[in-house]
C-alpha cells in the first residue's frame, strides 16, 4: 500500500519542479518570467504526476498569445516525473500589474 505522505511529497516537489521550469518561460516584450509577472493563476499536480495549469497574458491580443502557453507546456513536460501537462488560458480574472510579485516590480521599477 502506498504512503498518502509520500505521494503528497512528491507532488509538492514536482510542483517546486514546475514552477522553477516555469520561471524559465519570459514574455518576449517583457524582461520577467512568466511565474513572476504573476501570469500563472494555479498550479495544480494531481496523484499521478499530471500537472494543470491555469494561466493569462498580459492582454487578450497579446503578439506571444500562442508561443508563451505552448512554452510553459514544453518545459513542464521536461520535467523528470510528469506524465502529462495541461495548460489552460484564461482572461478572467484580467491581468492587472498588481499580480506582480515583489521582484517583477523591483526589475521593472515599479518599486
Given at each position: 500500500?502506498?504512503?498518502?505522505?509520500?505521494?503528497?511529497?512528491?507532488?509538492?516537489?514536482?510542483?517546486?519542479?514546475?514552477?522553477?521550469?516555469?520561471?524559465?518561460?519570459?514574455?518576449?516584450?517583457?524582461?520577467?518570467?512568466?511565474?513572476?509577472?504573476?501570469?500563472?493563476?494555479?498550479?495544480?499536480?494531481?496523484?499521478?504526476?499530471?500537472v494543470?495549469?491555469?494561466?493569462?497574458?498580459?492582454?487578450?491580443?497579446?503578439?506571444?498569445?500562442?508561443?508563451?502557453?505552448?512554452?510553459?507546456k514544453?518545459?513542464?513536460?521536461?520535467?523528470?516525473?510528469?506524465?502529462?501537462?495541461?495548460?489552460?488560458?484564461?482572461?478572467?480574472p484580467?491581468?492587472?500589474?498588481?499580480?506582480?510579485?515583489?521582484?517583477?516590480?523591483?526589475?521593472?521599477?515599479?518599486?
Amino acid at each position: 500500500m502506498e504512503n498518502p505522505d509520500q505521494n503528497i511529497e512528491v507532488q509538492e516537489d514536482i510542483k517546486r519542479k514546475v514552477v522553477n521550469a516555469i520561471k524559465d518561460v519570459y514574455d518576449p516584450e517583457i524582461p520577467v518570467d512568466v511565474y513572476e509577472l504573476g501570469l500563472i493563476y494555479e498550479i495544480t499536480v494531481y496523484p499521478v504526476n499530471n500537472v494543470y495549469i491555469l494561466m493569462t497574458l498580459t492582454s487578450p491580443n497579446c503578439p506571444a498569445a500562442e508561443s508563451i502557453p505552448s512554452e510553459v507546456k514544453t518545459r513542464v513536460s521536461e520535467i523528470e516525473g510528469v506524465n502529462n501537462v495541461e495548460v489552460e488560458l484564461t482572461f478572467d480574472p484580467p491581468y492587472s500589474q498588481d499580480m506582480m510579485s515583489e521582484v517583477a516590480k523591483l526589475e521593472l521599477g515599479f518599486l
